[in-house]
């Protein structure tokens, strides 16, 4: 695959930062495709963590072309800011001209329609649904817009709309002032990112597209109305980057060993007990970008099959594995009760959802400290048998599991970008457990 989506399999905060940077050392394109700064990734390189918001996580390799493309709505002054702050001065950006702004006035409209709804969502009050509004009614302003000669015009425009929606009025001036400051910093980054993109798949580069969020909190397919106000899933990177659908080659869905989620909505396997806390903490479960804690279940893989089908997985890979490290026992969702029927998806209807009941298998967990582990074949024996039983229960071979949070602390079972090939030549088998590594990679192939 030269071409390769990662994928949320859930509501977001999968670890997919940390499996983009590990493949992002074999890639030599990242292209972040839609959301905004409402999410993050924390990223642990040489003992030294990151928490990138907009930036693409390839933005740590320096030899590396990070791209923002036209799906996302882009905050500029944090875009900034997070330059600054990760305090790197090597490295190669390109800011889609298609791309929209998140202005502060879309914070504050942000933070007044969700606090005057009865049914919170949950918001991050980032200005990320207000933006992709102004985006969908045709009035929003676009990054090739605020470094061209008429940005001024449209900027006051735009503030005028929205004067009307606010209860404090927008100073126009001192907006202009600034943005116009922060486009002379960003023009020699802005670029048209799907021409780049095209002109890189011809030179036949290895490209990884990262999105934010999870397949589960889809505009389309996510649990409706508790979603954010793009699409994550794989499907939607063609329209967000510029670039025609065969184009890409498959997809890497990043998986919690268990489930977690940040704001309202349903989480049928949520834990409300000491494991679940434990989980939260061992697991450090609190969202980069707002700090607030997140609910805890087991792995559902009802989610993971819908997944599989409304965005399409090529191979999935596990993180945070050692964080049940420990438990005595462990479940899997393998199907919901609605209604004494039995069911194997996710209800459009939020209050059907919402009334689900999960059906559990119950495996048995493993006390060995994992985290040191650099294969599949040093895992203990009920660690592979978890990893199997995800396999078996979902479809979809495990690519890659993660035991810590340092980038070493990722082993890949079966390569991603690499020649499979190859990759078959250059192993030695010297042990019988070599020998199934390349009798699966066979089979496979």
């Known amino acids: ?219 389309d397919h996510g649990t409706y109305p508790f979603v954010t106000s793009s699409s994550p899933t794989a499907a939607s990177v063609p329209v967000n980057t510029g670039i025609a659908p065969w184009l890409i080659d498959g997809a890497v869905g990043v998986t919690k060993a268990y489930s977690t989620r940040v704001g309202e909505g349903p989480i049928p396997s949520e834990m409300f007990d000491e494991i679940g806390n434990n989980i939260r903490i061992k697991g450090n479960e609190f969202g980069t970008t707002t700090g607030r804690p997140r609910r805890i279940g087991w792995l559902d893989t009802v989610v993971l099959r819908y997944t599989k089908r409304v965005s399409g997985l090529s191979y999935l890979a596990v993180t945070l594995l050692d964080v049940l490290t420990g438990l005595d026992k462990i479940k899997i969702v393998k199907s919901y009760m609605l209604d004494g029927k039995e069911i194997d998806t996710i209800p459009a209807h939020i209050k059907d959802y919402e009334r689900v009941v999960p059906n559990y298998l119950e495996v048995a967990g493993w006390s060995e400290d994992i985290t040191n582990v650099k294969s599949f074949e040093e895992l203990p024996l009920n660690a592979k048998k978890y990893l199997k039983m995800i396999e078996e229960l979902t479809g979809v071979k495990v690519a890659i599991f993660s035991v810590g949070p340092k980038r070493e602390q990722t082993i890949e079972i079966l390569p991603i970008f690499e020649d499979w090939l190859k990759w078959l030549n250059d192993i030695k088998v010297t042990s019988l457990k070599n020998f199934g590594v390349i009798k699966i990679a066979m089979i496979i192939f």
Not at 4 to 19: F, P, R
Not at 103 to 118: G, M, R, T, V
Not at 174 to 181: F, G, H
């Open 1 to 219: 695959m030269k071409r390769v989506v990662i994928v949320g399999t859930q509501w977001g905060d999968e670890g997919k930062g940390k499996i983009t940077d590990y493949l992002a050392l074999k890639a030599d394109v990242v292209t972040r495709y839609q959301g905004g700064n409402n999410a993050g990734h924390t990223i642990v390189v040489n003992s030294k963590k990151y928490a990138l918001h907009l930036l693409p996580s390839g933005i740590l390799n320096a030899n590396k072309i990070n791209i923002l493309a036209n799906g996302m709505v882009i905050n500029i002054e944090a875009l900034i800011n997070e330059l600054n702050e990760i305090g790197l001065r090597d490295y190669k950006l390109f800011i889609s001209d298609r791309a929209h702004v998140t202005f502060p006035f879309h914070l504050e409209i942000d933070k007044q329609e969700e606090n005057s709804k009865h049914k919170k969502i949950g918001t991050t009050h980032k200005g990320i649904g207000p933006t992709y509004k102004d985006k969908s009614a045709r009035i929003g302003i676009r990054v090739g817009t605020l470094i061209a000669n008429d940005f001024k015009e449209n900027l006051k425009e735009l503030i005028e709309n929205k004067n009307k929606e606010l209860t404090t009025n927008i100073d126009f001036e001192s907006v202009y002032e600034k943005y116009s400051e922060y486009a002379k910093i960003i023009k020699p980054y802005v670029t048209d990112t799907s021409k780049l993109l095209n002109d890189l798949i011809i030179d036949n580069k290895k490209i990884l597209f990262e999105g934010a969020q999870g397949v589960m909190l889809c505009l």
